[in-house]
Structures are given as structure tokens and as C-alpha cells.
């Protein structure tokens, strides 16, 4: 069985950082794209930055130039570096991932737990 582990929230001042993780851990032989969601309250789930395998990236328009997502494929693990936080980026943060692993031969797509961060001063 595959599983996404994030770590790395918390409570953090309007201006600060943060640095989420997300280890992938089981049977893996490979995984595609990894990325982040958030969910804040009333609110749908929305992509925040998601990287291929080949490290190509894709992000929210409202994180661009503040949040950077990286991946290191022998880690099984990607990252979310996020600085100049703001209130509103205040949500539950998911980490997603397409592996591949031994026990189904064909790539499933997974979710982390969620973690929280919060924007507050």
C-alpha cells in the first residue's frame, strides 16, 4: 500500500515561511506528477503547484514568485517552500501524487492526510 505523509504546517506571521514535505513511502517503483492542494473553510479544493517527474512545474496564479515546489525523486518526497505568507493563504494543505507501485502495476493517484497551516498575526 502506498502512503503520503506531509509534514511542515503550523501557525506562522503574515510575512513569514514555511517549508511543507511530503514523503511517499511502500511498494513504489515510480511516480509521475506530485503536487499540493489547499482547502480552506467554505471553500473548494484548489491546485496551489504541481511537478512533473521531469521537474516541470505549474502553479496558482496568486502563489506565483511567493511559493516554490521542488521533488526529490530518490527521496520519494516534494516540496512546498512557501515565503511572504499572507492571511488568505490560511487552508488545509494536501499533497498528491501518481505512483506506481508493485502491488497494482499501473499508476493510482493518492492524497496525503492534509496538514494546517495558518496566516495569522
Not at 521537474?55 to 515565503?83: C, E, H, P
Request: one cysteine or more.
Amino acid at each position: 500500500q502506498v502512503q503520503l505523509v506531509e509534514s511542515g504546517g503550523g501557525l506562522v506571521q503574515p510575512g513569514g515561511s514555511l517549508r511543507l514535505s511530503c514523503a511517499a513511502s511502500g511498494s513504489i517503483l515510480n511516480i509521475n506528477g506530485m503536487g499540493w492542494y489547499r482547502q480552506a473553510p467554505g471553500k473548494e479544493r484548489e491546485l496551489v503547484a504541481r511537478i512533473t517527474s521531469g521537474g516541470s512545474t505549474n502553479y496558482l496564479d496568486s502563489v506565483k514568485g511567493r511559493f516554490t515546489i521542488s521533488r526529490d525523486n530518490a527521496k520519494n518526497t516534494v516540496y512546498l517552500q512557501m515565503n511572504s505568507l499572507k492571511p488568505e493563504d490560511t487552508a488545509v494543505y494536501y499533497c498528491d501524487a501518481d505512483v506506481r507501485s508493485i502491488v497494482t502495476m499501473t499508476f493510482l493517484h493518492y492524497w496525503g492526510q492534509g496538514t494546517q497551516v495558518t496566516v495569522s498575526s
